[in-house]
Protein backbone atom coordinates (compact mmCIF):
# COMPACT_ATOMS: atom_id res chain seq x y z
CA UNK A 1 0.00 0.00 0.00
CA UNK A 2 1.49 3.33 -0.98
CA UNK A 3 -0.24 6.46 0.97
CA UNK A 4 1.15 9.73 1.44
CA UNK A 5 2.93 11.59 4.59
CA UNK A 6 1.19 14.50 6.47
CA UNK A 7 2.73 15.54 9.81
CA UNK A 8 4.49 12.41 11.65
CA UNK A 9 7.14 13.74 13.06
CA UNK A 10 7.35 16.22 15.78
CA UNK A 11 10.04 18.58 14.57
CA UNK A 12 13.00 19.01 16.71
CA UNK A 13 15.10 22.14 17.11
CA UNK A 14 18.77 22.42 16.23
CA UNK A 15 19.79 25.40 17.26
CA UNK A 16 18.92 24.24 20.77
CA UNK A 17 20.16 21.20 20.70
CA UNK A 18 23.84 22.56 19.81
CA UNK A 19 23.50 25.57 22.20
CA UNK A 20 22.62 22.86 25.15
CA UNK A 21 25.77 21.36 24.17
CA UNK A 22 28.19 24.10 24.45
CA UNK A 23 26.42 25.37 27.79
CA UNK A 24 26.68 22.28 29.06
CA UNK A 25 30.30 21.91 28.53
CA UNK A 26 32.77 21.98 31.40
CA UNK A 27 35.67 23.85 31.98
CA UNK A 28 38.37 22.64 34.50
CA UNK A 29 41.46 23.64 36.09
CA UNK A 30 42.69 26.34 34.43
CA UNK A 31 41.76 29.15 36.96
CA UNK A 32 44.56 29.51 39.18
CA UNK A 33 47.17 27.32 37.37
CA UNK A 34 49.54 30.35 37.07
CA UNK A 35 51.76 28.16 34.22
CA UNK A 36 48.84 28.20 32.44
CA UNK A 37 47.93 31.80 32.60
CA UNK A 38 51.40 32.77 31.79
CA UNK A 39 50.72 30.52 28.76
CA UNK A 40 47.71 32.62 27.43
CA UNK A 41 49.85 35.92 28.21
CA UNK A 42 52.76 35.00 26.46
CA UNK A 43 50.35 33.70 23.19
CA UNK A 44 48.11 37.38 23.69
CA UNK A 45 51.97 38.98 24.08
CA UNK A 46 52.79 36.78 20.52
CA UNK A 47 50.03 37.26 19.14
CA UNK A 48 48.54 41.20 19.54
CA UNK A 49 45.03 41.18 17.61
CA UNK A 50 41.66 41.94 18.59
CA UNK A 51 39.75 38.65 19.77
CA UNK A 52 42.67 36.40 18.64
CA UNK A 53 43.27 35.13 22.40
CA UNK A 54 40.75 33.81 24.36
CA UNK A 55 41.88 32.40 27.91
CA UNK A 56 38.80 33.06 29.94
CA UNK A 57 37.47 30.18 31.22
CA UNK A 58 33.81 31.00 30.35
CA UNK A 59 34.92 31.71 26.94
CA UNK A 60 36.57 28.69 26.32
CA UNK A 61 34.22 26.16 27.59
CA UNK A 62 32.42 25.16 23.99
CA UNK A 63 35.97 24.73 22.51
CA UNK A 64 36.97 22.08 25.44
CA UNK A 65 34.37 19.62 25.17
CA UNK A 66 32.82 17.37 22.08
CA UNK A 67 29.74 17.01 21.26
CA UNK A 68 29.83 13.36 22.62
CA UNK A 69 30.23 14.33 26.06
CA UNK A 70 32.77 11.57 25.95
CA UNK A 71 36.40 13.87 25.30
CA UNK A 72 36.93 16.59 27.17
CA UNK A 73 40.52 18.52 28.02
CA UNK A 74 42.28 21.52 29.69
CA UNK A 75 43.90 24.35 27.08
CA UNK A 76 45.36 27.52 28.20
CA UNK A 77 44.12 29.12 25.21
CA UNK A 78 41.55 29.28 22.34
CA UNK A 79 43.23 30.55 19.10
CA UNK A 80 40.59 32.35 16.70
CA UNK A 81 42.51 33.68 13.66
CA UNK A 82 40.30 36.15 11.16
CA UNK A 83 42.98 34.50 7.73
CA UNK A 84 45.62 32.49 6.67
CA UNK A 85 48.09 34.99 7.54
CA UNK A 86 46.65 34.91 11.74
CA UNK A 87 46.60 31.23 11.03
CA UNK A 88 50.29 31.00 10.03
CA UNK A 89 51.19 33.70 12.86
CA UNK A 90 49.41 31.13 15.18
CA UNK A 91 50.99 28.63 14.36
CA UNK A 92 54.81 30.06 14.52
CA UNK A 93 53.52 31.70 18.09
CA UNK A 94 52.78 27.94 18.98
CA UNK A 95 55.80 26.47 17.47
CA UNK A 96 57.88 29.34 19.44
CA UNK A 97 56.59 28.85 23.05
CA UNK A 98 56.56 24.91 22.40
CA UNK A 99 52.60 24.43 22.69
CA UNK A 100 50.90 21.77 20.55
CA UNK A 101 47.66 22.76 18.99
CA UNK A 102 44.00 21.05 18.26
CA UNK A 103 42.45 22.45 14.84
CA UNK A 104 38.86 22.85 15.52
CA UNK A 105 36.05 23.48 13.04
CA UNK A 106 32.39 23.08 14.13
CA UNK A 107 33.07 21.10 16.89
CA UNK A 108 30.70 17.80 15.68
CA UNK A 109 33.41 15.40 14.91
CA UNK A 110 32.50 12.28 16.84
CA UNK A 111 36.26 10.42 17.61
CA UNK A 112 37.93 12.69 19.89
CA UNK A 113 39.57 14.89 17.68
CA UNK A 114 38.39 17.96 18.05
CA UNK A 115 39.09 19.22 21.89
CA UNK A 116 42.28 19.10 23.82
CA UNK A 117 43.60 16.15 25.89
CA UNK A 118 46.88 16.95 27.13
CA UNK A 119 46.55 20.73 27.44
CA UNK A 120 47.29 21.76 23.75
CA UNK A 121 46.08 25.22 22.26
CA UNK A 122 42.77 25.22 20.75
CA UNK A 123 42.80 26.93 17.00
CA UNK A 124 39.35 27.48 16.04
CA UNK A 125 39.01 28.27 12.48
CA UNK A 126 35.63 29.80 13.00
CA UNK A 127 36.27 33.32 11.74
CA UNK A 128 37.72 32.65 8.57
CA UNK A 129 33.77 32.08 7.42
CA UNK A 130 33.52 34.38 3.95
CA UNK A 131 32.26 32.42 0.51
CA UNK A 132 35.36 33.89 -1.18
CA UNK A 133 33.92 33.78 -4.80
CA UNK A 134 31.34 31.57 -7.11
CA UNK A 135 32.54 30.65 -10.72
CA UNK A 136 29.29 29.47 -12.87
CA UNK A 137 31.28 28.57 -16.08
CA UNK A 138 33.60 26.33 -13.67
CA UNK A 139 30.68 25.20 -11.57
CA UNK A 140 33.34 26.28 -8.50
CA UNK A 141 33.05 28.11 -4.96
CA UNK A 142 35.90 29.27 -2.99
CA UNK A 143 35.68 28.76 0.46
CA UNK A 144 37.10 29.86 3.92
CA UNK A 145 37.52 26.84 6.06
CA UNK A 146 35.37 27.94 8.74
CA UNK A 147 32.13 28.14 6.07
CA UNK A 148 29.47 26.79 7.96
CA UNK A 149 27.97 23.79 5.91
CA UNK A 150 24.61 25.07 6.02
CA UNK A 151 25.26 28.44 4.90
CA UNK A 152 27.28 27.36 2.10
CA UNK A 153 24.23 25.27 0.97
CA UNK A 154 21.70 28.22 1.38
CA UNK A 155 24.63 30.79 -0.78
CA UNK A 156 23.86 28.32 -3.50
CA UNK A 157 19.99 28.06 -3.72
CA UNK A 158 19.92 31.27 -5.21
CA UNK A 159 22.14 30.46 -7.89
CA UNK A 160 20.60 27.22 -8.82
CA UNK A 161 23.32 24.72 -7.67
CA UNK A 162 23.75 22.37 -4.96
CA UNK A 163 26.80 21.51 -2.76
CA UNK A 164 25.86 17.78 -2.66
CA UNK A 165 27.55 16.53 0.76
CA UNK A 166 24.72 17.16 3.28
CA UNK A 167 24.61 15.53 7.07
CA UNK A 168 22.61 16.12 10.23
CA UNK A 169 25.62 18.81 11.90
CA UNK A 170 25.08 20.94 8.57
CA UNK A 171 23.94 23.85 11.15
CA UNK A 172 27.54 23.62 12.89
CA UNK A 173 29.81 21.87 10.62
CA UNK A 174 32.72 23.46 8.96
CA UNK A 175 33.82 22.78 5.64
CA UNK A 176 37.84 22.61 6.24
CA UNK A 177 36.50 20.60 9.39
CA UNK A 178 34.53 18.20 6.99
CA UNK A 179 37.48 17.85 4.52
CA UNK A 180 40.06 17.21 7.57
CA UNK A 181 37.70 14.30 8.32
CA UNK A 182 36.56 13.24 4.78
CA UNK A 183 33.07 13.47 6.18
CA UNK A 184 30.47 11.61 4.26
CA UNK A 185 26.87 11.68 5.06
CA UNK A 186 23.55 10.90 3.40
CA UNK A 187 24.24 11.44 -0.07
CA UNK A 188 27.40 9.14 -0.75
CA UNK A 189 25.79 7.43 -2.84
CA UNK A 190 25.26 9.70 -5.95
CA UNK A 191 28.03 11.95 -5.03
CA UNK A 192 30.63 11.14 -2.83
CA UNK A 193 32.36 11.94 0.28
CA UNK A 194 34.44 15.40 0.66
CA UNK A 195 37.08 13.90 -1.22
CA UNK A 196 34.97 13.78 -4.20
CA UNK A 197 34.23 17.62 -3.76
CA UNK A 198 37.46 19.26 -3.18
CA UNK A 199 39.52 20.84 -6.71
CA UNK A 200 41.71 22.63 -4.69
CA UNK A 201 43.02 23.31 -0.99
CA UNK A 202 45.51 26.21 1.10
CA UNK A 203 46.95 24.58 4.41
CA UNK A 204 49.34 26.37 6.77
CA UNK A 205 51.92 23.81 7.81
CA UNK A 206 53.44 23.45 10.62
CA UNK A 207 56.50 25.47 10.34
CA UNK A 208 54.60 28.33 9.32
CA UNK A 209 54.46 27.73 5.56
CA UNK A 210 51.15 28.80 3.53
CA UNK A 211 50.91 25.60 0.83
CA UNK A 212 48.83 27.34 -1.82
CA UNK A 213 47.13 24.49 -4.00
CA UNK A 214 43.77 26.54 -4.57
CA UNK A 215 43.85 24.41 -7.93
CA UNK A 216 40.32 24.59 -9.22
CA UNK A 217 40.92 22.68 -12.97
CA UNK A 218 38.58 19.61 -13.06
CA UNK A 219 41.79 18.37 -14.87
CA UNK A 220 45.73 18.89 -13.83
CA UNK A 221 47.62 15.66 -13.96
CA UNK A 222 50.93 17.51 -12.59
CA UNK A 223 52.69 15.35 -10.62
CA UNK A 224 51.67 14.30 -6.60
CA UNK A 225 47.71 15.39 -5.83
CA UNK A 226 48.85 17.02 -2.76
CA UNK A 227 45.40 17.82 -1.19
CA UNK A 228 44.68 14.39 -0.84
CA UNK A 229 47.73 14.43 1.45
CA UNK A 230 45.29 16.76 3.91
CA UNK A 231 41.79 15.21 2.81
CA UNK A 232 40.94 12.91 5.57
CA UNK A 233 43.88 13.69 7.83
CA UNK A 234 42.33 14.89 10.89
CA UNK A 235 44.19 18.42 11.76
CA UNK A 236 47.31 16.31 12.13
CA UNK A 237 49.39 17.18 9.21
CA UNK A 238 48.07 20.94 8.53
CA UNK A 239 45.31 23.97 8.99
CA UNK A 240 43.12 23.57 6.05
CA UNK A 241 42.90 27.65 5.46
CA UNK A 242 40.72 27.79 2.37
CA UNK A 243 38.81 24.91 -0.33
CA UNK A 244 38.00 25.22 -4.01
CA UNK A 245 34.98 22.72 -3.73
CA UNK A 246 32.56 21.89 -7.44
CA UNK A 247 29.33 22.43 -6.89
CA UNK A 248 26.97 20.46 -9.19
CA UNK A 249 23.46 21.72 -10.89
CA UNK A 250 19.96 21.94 -8.43
CA UNK A 251 18.32 18.47 -9.08
CA UNK A 252 15.04 19.60 -11.19
CA UNK A 253 12.73 17.35 -8.28
CA UNK A 254 13.52 14.81 -5.83
CA UNK A 255 11.39 12.63 -4.25
CA UNK A 256 11.26 11.08 -0.75
CA UNK A 257 9.78 7.87 0.47
CA UNK A 258 9.65 6.17 3.94
CA UNK A 259 9.15 2.04 3.35
CA UNK A 260 8.42 -0.10 5.83
CA UNK A 261 10.22 -3.60 6.18
CA UNK A 262 8.70 -6.26 7.77
CA UNK A 263 11.67 -8.30 7.91
CA UNK A 264 15.71 -7.13 8.05
CA UNK A 265 16.99 -10.55 6.09
CA UNK A 266 15.96 -9.53 3.16
CA UNK A 267 17.96 -6.69 2.67
CA UNK A 268 20.74 -6.98 0.45
CA UNK A 269 18.22 -7.76 -1.78
CA UNK A 270 16.42 -4.90 -1.14
CA UNK A 271 19.51 -2.72 -2.36
CA UNK A 272 19.58 -4.69 -5.62
CA UNK A 273 16.49 -3.87 -6.46
CA UNK A 274 16.42 -0.07 -5.58
CA UNK A 275 19.82 0.72 -7.35
CA UNK A 276 18.27 -1.12 -10.17
CA UNK A 277 15.11 0.36 -10.23
CA UNK A 278 15.45 4.09 -9.17
CA UNK A 279 18.40 4.92 -11.24
CA UNK A 280 18.29 8.86 -9.62
CA UNK A 281 18.89 7.48 -6.42
CA UNK A 282 20.47 9.81 -3.96
CA UNK A 283 19.75 8.63 -0.18
CA UNK A 284 19.20 5.30 1.01
CA UNK A 285 19.23 5.48 4.72
CA UNK A 286 18.30 2.75 7.47
CA UNK A 287 16.60 3.18 10.88
CA UNK A 288 15.90 0.21 12.79
CA UNK A 289 13.05 -0.29 15.55
CA UNK A 290 15.02 0.41 18.50
CA UNK A 291 16.33 3.95 17.32
CA UNK A 292 12.76 4.83 16.34
CA UNK A 293 11.90 3.94 19.71
CA UNK A 294 14.73 6.05 21.13
CA UNK A 295 13.82 9.06 19.03
CA UNK A 296 9.98 8.67 19.90
CA UNK A 297 11.15 8.64 24.08
CA UNK A 298 13.37 11.89 23.44
CA UNK A 299 10.63 13.38 21.41
CA UNK A 300 6.88 12.43 22.98
CA UNK A 301 3.83 12.89 20.86
CA UNK A 302 6.13 11.87 17.63
CA UNK A 303 3.60 9.27 16.29
CA UNK A 304 4.36 5.83 14.47
CA UNK A 305 4.77 6.56 10.85
CA UNK A 306 2.72 3.85 9.99
CA UNK A 307 -0.12 1.68 11.43
CA UNK A 308 2.30 -0.78 13.08
CA UNK A 309 5.77 -0.57 14.62
CA UNK A 310 7.60 -2.32 11.82
CA UNK A 311 11.47 -3.92 12.70
CA UNK A 312 13.10 -1.47 10.29
CA UNK A 313 11.90 1.85 8.39
CA UNK A 314 13.78 3.08 4.79
CA UNK A 315 14.37 6.53 3.54
CA UNK A 316 14.30 6.70 -0.22
CA UNK A 317 15.31 9.38 -1.94
CA UNK A 318 15.47 9.96 -6.01
CA UNK A 319 16.52 13.03 -8.37
CA UNK A 320 14.35 12.88 -11.20
CA UNK A 321 12.93 15.41 -13.82
CA UNK A 322 10.03 18.01 -13.04
CA UNK A 323 6.50 16.94 -13.89
CA UNK A 324 3.63 14.56 -12.88
CA UNK A 325 5.05 11.89 -15.74
CA UNK A 326 8.28 12.18 -13.41
CA UNK A 327 6.71 11.75 -10.06
CA UNK A 328 4.22 8.70 -11.35
CA UNK A 329 7.20 6.91 -12.36
CA UNK A 330 9.14 7.36 -9.09
CA UNK A 331 5.39 5.98 -7.85
CA UNK A 332 5.14 3.08 -9.63
CA UNK A 333 9.13 1.82 -9.37
CA UNK A 334 8.10 1.94 -5.54
CA UNK A 335 5.03 0.17 -5.71
CA UNK A 336 7.20 -2.23 -7.55
CA UNK A 337 9.00 -2.99 -4.81
CA UNK A 338 6.09 -3.38 -2.43
CA UNK A 339 4.54 -5.28 -4.59
CA UNK A 340 7.83 -7.61 -4.89
CA UNK A 341 7.50 -8.18 -0.99
CA UNK A 342 10.61 -6.37 -0.24
CA UNK A 343 8.72 -3.54 1.91
CA UNK A 344 6.14 -4.21 3.41
CA UNK A 345 4.53 -0.19 2.92
CA UNK A 346 5.53 3.22 2.06
CA UNK A 347 4.46 6.87 2.54
CA UNK A 348 5.00 9.51 -0.31
CA UNK A 349 6.01 12.64 0.34
CA UNK A 350 3.67 15.38 -1.57
CA UNK A 351 5.75 18.48 -0.58
CA UNK A 352 8.86 19.41 0.84
CA UNK A 353 7.67 19.91 4.23
CA UNK A 354 6.65 16.12 3.70
CA UNK A 355 10.05 15.31 2.91
CA UNK A 356 11.74 17.77 5.58
CA UNK A 357 9.31 15.32 7.76
CA UNK A 358 10.40 12.44 7.01
CA UNK A 359 14.52 13.39 6.95
CA UNK A 360 13.52 14.55 10.58
CA UNK A 361 13.34 11.29 11.55
CA UNK A 362 16.66 10.38 10.38
CA UNK A 363 18.19 13.32 11.77
CA UNK A 364 15.80 13.15 14.98
CA UNK A 365 17.79 9.51 15.79
CA UNK A 366 21.49 10.75 15.99
CA UNK A 367 20.39 14.22 17.64
CA UNK A 368 18.13 12.21 20.46
CA UNK A 369 21.82 9.87 21.37
CA UNK A 370 23.38 13.18 22.05
CA UNK A 371 20.85 14.09 24.12
CA UNK A 372 20.05 10.88 25.95
CA UNK A 373 23.17 9.38 27.39
CA UNK A 374 26.61 8.08 27.10
CA UNK A 375 27.41 5.82 23.73
CA UNK A 376 30.01 3.51 22.63
CA UNK A 377 29.95 4.76 18.98
CA UNK A 378 30.93 1.93 16.10
CA UNK A 379 30.69 3.66 12.40
CA UNK A 380 31.63 0.42 10.45
CA UNK A 381 30.88 -0.92 6.99
CA UNK A 382 30.26 -4.09 6.03
CA UNK A 383 29.78 -5.87 2.85
CA UNK A 384 25.62 -5.67 1.90
CA UNK A 385 25.39 -9.10 1.61
CA UNK A 386 26.53 -9.38 5.13
CA UNK A 387 23.75 -6.84 7.04
CA UNK A 388 21.04 -9.05 8.07
CA UNK A 389 23.58 -10.99 10.22
CA UNK A 390 25.41 -8.19 10.93
CA UNK A 391 22.80 -6.10 12.62
CA UNK A 392 21.61 -9.28 14.67
CA UNK A 393 25.38 -9.82 15.86
CA UNK A 394 25.62 -6.60 17.13
CA UNK A 395 22.54 -6.72 19.26
CA UNK A 396 23.78 -9.99 20.17
CA UNK A 397 27.23 -8.14 21.21
CA UNK A 398 25.62 -5.26 22.97
CA UNK A 399 23.05 -7.80 25.03
CA UNK A 400 26.25 -9.98 25.90
CA UNK A 401 28.37 -6.92 27.11
CA UNK A 402 25.30 -6.11 29.75
CA UNK A 403 23.44 -2.93 30.55
CA UNK A 404 23.73 -1.77 27.08
CA UNK A 405 20.87 -0.48 24.37
CA UNK A 406 21.77 -1.26 20.81
CA UNK A 407 20.88 1.44 18.22
CA UNK A 408 21.65 0.44 14.69
CA UNK A 409 20.78 2.73 11.60
CA UNK A 410 23.32 4.72 9.11
CA UNK A 411 23.66 4.63 5.11
CA UNK A 412 22.05 1.76 4.14
CA UNK A 413 23.59 2.27 0.22
CA UNK A 414 27.16 2.48 1.75
CA UNK A 415 26.86 -0.45 4.09
CA UNK A 416 27.49 2.45 6.82
CA UNK A 417 25.90 1.08 10.04
CA UNK A 418 25.98 3.41 12.96
CA UNK A 419 26.15 1.06 15.90
CA UNK A 420 25.78 2.72 19.08
CA UNK A 421 25.77 1.45 22.56
CA UNK A 422 24.32 3.75 24.70
CA UNK A 423 24.53 3.58 28.88
CA UNK A 424 21.48 2.14 30.33
CA UNK A 425 19.82 3.79 33.92
CA UNK A 426 21.57 0.77 35.95
CA UNK A 427 25.06 1.05 34.31
CA UNK A 428 27.23 3.71 36.16
CA UNK A 429 29.62 5.75 34.45
CA UNK A 430 32.74 4.24 35.20
CA UNK A 431 30.89 0.63 34.36
CA UNK A 432 29.59 1.86 31.35
CA UNK A 433 33.35 2.83 30.23
CA UNK A 434 35.04 0.22 31.47
CA UNK A 435 32.92 -1.89 28.68
CA UNK A 436 34.37 0.32 26.21
CA UNK A 437 37.82 -1.97 25.14
CA UNK A 438 36.35 -5.26 24.99
CA UNK A 439 33.40 -4.36 23.28
CA UNK A 440 35.10 -2.07 20.48
CA UNK A 441 38.08 -5.10 20.21
CA UNK A 442 34.84 -7.68 19.75
CA UNK A 443 32.71 -5.46 16.93
CA UNK A 444 36.22 -4.50 15.12
CA UNK A 445 37.39 -7.80 15.23
CA UNK A 446 34.16 -8.94 13.46
CA UNK A 447 34.15 -6.10 10.74
CA UNK A 448 37.81 -6.95 10.08
CA UNK A 449 36.68 -10.82 9.33
CA UNK A 450 34.14 -9.42 7.10
CA UNK A 451 36.51 -7.37 5.77
CA UNK A 452 34.92 -4.20 6.43
CA UNK A 453 36.09 -0.80 7.84
CA UNK A 454 35.90 0.28 11.68
CA UNK A 455 35.45 3.56 10.50
CA UNK A 456 33.14 4.56 7.32
CA UNK A 457 33.54 8.19 7.72
CA UNK A 458 33.97 9.75 10.77
CA UNK A 459 37.51 8.95 10.91
CA UNK A 460 39.86 7.52 13.53
CA UNK A 461 40.74 10.32 15.74
CA UNK A 462 41.76 9.01 19.56
CA UNK A 463 38.93 6.88 19.86
CA UNK A 464 39.80 4.50 17.31
CA UNK A 465 43.71 4.92 17.03
CA UNK A 466 44.28 1.79 19.32
CA UNK A 467 42.18 -0.08 16.15
CA UNK A 468 43.65 0.85 12.92
CA UNK A 469 45.42 -2.52 12.57
CA UNK A 470 41.83 -4.11 11.75
CA UNK A 471 41.45 -1.90 8.52
CA UNK A 472 44.99 -1.04 7.56
CA UNK A 473 48.23 -3.00 7.01
CA UNK A 474 51.22 -2.65 9.38
CA UNK A 475 52.98 -0.94 6.03
CA UNK A 476 49.64 1.22 5.23
CA UNK A 477 50.40 2.88 9.08
CA UNK A 478 54.23 2.77 8.53
CA UNK A 479 53.62 5.26 5.97
CA UNK A 480 51.31 7.39 7.84
CA UNK A 481 53.84 7.78 10.71
CA UNK A 482 56.64 8.72 8.12
CA UNK A 483 54.55 11.62 6.41
CA UNK A 484 53.70 12.63 9.72
CA UNK A 485 57.44 12.41 10.45
CA UNK A 486 57.30 14.50 7.14
CA UNK A 487 55.33 17.00 7.58
CA UNK A 488 55.12 17.59 11.51
CA UNK A 489 58.22 16.66 12.83
CA UNK A 490 58.02 18.50 15.83
CA UNK A 491 54.37 16.92 16.65
CA UNK A 492 52.77 20.12 17.18
CA UNK A 493 49.47 19.59 15.15
CA UNK A 494 46.41 17.40 16.87
CA UNK A 495 49.03 15.34 18.41
CA UNK A 496 47.42 11.51 19.58
CA UNK A 497 45.34 11.63 16.65
CA UNK A 498 45.64 8.47 14.84
CA UNK A 499 48.22 7.30 16.35
CA UNK A 500 49.55 7.50 19.91
CA UNK A 501 52.38 10.22 20.78
CA UNK A 502 52.44 10.89 16.80
P1 LIG B 1 35.58 19.29 14.10
O1 LIG B 1 34.72 18.40 14.90
O2 LIG B 1 35.84 20.64 14.68
O3 LIG B 1 36.99 18.58 13.83
C1 LIG B 1 37.04 17.28 13.34
C2 LIG B 1 38.52 16.92 13.04
O4 LIG B 1 39.01 17.74 12.00
C3 LIG B 1 39.45 17.16 14.22
O5 LIG B 1 40.46 16.21 14.19
C4 LIG B 1 40.02 18.54 13.96
O6 LIG B 1 41.29 18.73 14.52
C5 LIG B 1 40.10 18.57 12.44
N1 LIG B 1 39.89 19.89 11.84
C6 LIG B 1 38.80 20.69 11.96
N2 LIG B 1 38.94 21.78 11.19
C7 LIG B 1 40.15 21.67 10.57
C8 LIG B 1 40.88 22.47 9.65
N3 LIG B 1 40.38 23.62 9.19
N4 LIG B 1 42.08 22.05 9.26
C9 LIG B 1 42.61 20.88 9.71
N5 LIG B 1 41.98 20.09 10.58
C10 LIG B 1 40.76 20.47 11.00
N6 LIG B 1 29.98 12.71 9.81
C11 LIG B 1 29.85 12.10 8.62
O7 LIG B 1 30.85 11.81 7.96
N7 LIG B 1 28.61 11.78 8.13
C12 LIG B 1 27.47 12.09 8.80
O8 LIG B 1 26.37 11.77 8.35
C13 LIG B 1 27.59 12.77 10.05
N8 LIG B 1 26.50 13.15 10.73
C14 LIG B 1 26.64 13.79 11.92
C15 LIG B 1 25.49 14.20 12.60
C16 LIG B 1 25.59 14.85 13.82
C17 LIG B 1 24.36 15.30 14.54
C18 LIG B 1 26.88 15.08 14.37
C19 LIG B 1 27.04 15.79 15.68
C20 LIG B 1 28.02 14.70 13.69
C21 LIG B 1 27.91 14.04 12.47
N9 LIG B 1 29.04 13.66 11.75
C22 LIG B 1 28.90 13.05 10.53
C23 LIG B 1 30.39 13.91 12.28
C24 LIG B 1 30.91 15.35 12.00
O9 LIG B 1 29.89 16.23 11.76
C25 LIG B 1 31.86 15.35 10.82
O10 LIG B 1 32.99 14.59 11.14
C26 LIG B 1 32.31 16.75 10.38
O11 LIG B 1 33.02 16.62 9.19
C27 LIG B 1 33.17 17.46 11.40
O12 LIG B 1 33.27 18.84 11.03
P2 LIG B 1 33.62 19.94 12.13
O13 LIG B 1 33.81 21.25 11.42
O14 LIG B 1 32.65 19.93 13.23
O15 LIG B 1 35.03 19.44 12.62
C1 LIG C 1 24.78 10.14 11.20
O1 LIG C 1 24.78 9.55 10.12
C2 LIG C 1 26.10 10.45 11.84
O2 LIG C 1 23.74 10.55 11.73
C3 LIG C 1 26.20 10.14 13.32
O3 LIG C 1 27.14 9.92 11.11
C4 LIG C 1 26.07 8.68 13.64
O4 LIG C 1 25.76 9.14 15.96
C5 LIG C 1 26.12 8.34 15.11
O5 LIG C 1 26.50 7.22 15.42
ZN1 LIG D 1 26.57 8.91 9.33
Redesign the pocket.
Known sequence: MLSVLFTYFHPIDRAAIFTHIKTASEQVGIVGDKNVASVAERLKAELDSPGLVLSEPGEMAAYTTD?THKFSGVTPAVLRPRDTAEVARSVLACRKLGLAL?????????VG??VPRAGEVVLS?SRLNAIESFDPASATVQVQ?GVVLQALHEDLVARGCVFPVD???RG???I???I??N????KVLRYGHMREQVLGLEVVLADGTVLGSLNSLKKNNTGLDLKHTFIGS??MLG??TRAVLQVRPAPQAVQTALLALDTRERLPELLTMLRERLRGLSSLEIITRESIALYQEVEPGTREPFDKAYPACVIVEEETGAGTSERDGFLERLSSVIESGLAADAVVAESDAQAQGIWRLRDGV??AI?RAGLTHKFDVTVPPGALPEFLAEMERFGDEAGGLRTLLFGHLGDGNVHVNMMQKPELSEDEFYAKGPALAERIYSHVAALKGSISA???I?IAKRDYLHHSRTVEEINLMRGMKQLLDPGGIL?PG?LFENA
Open positions: WVPQGGNTGLGSLALGASCQGGMATAGGIEGIITEGEHGGNV
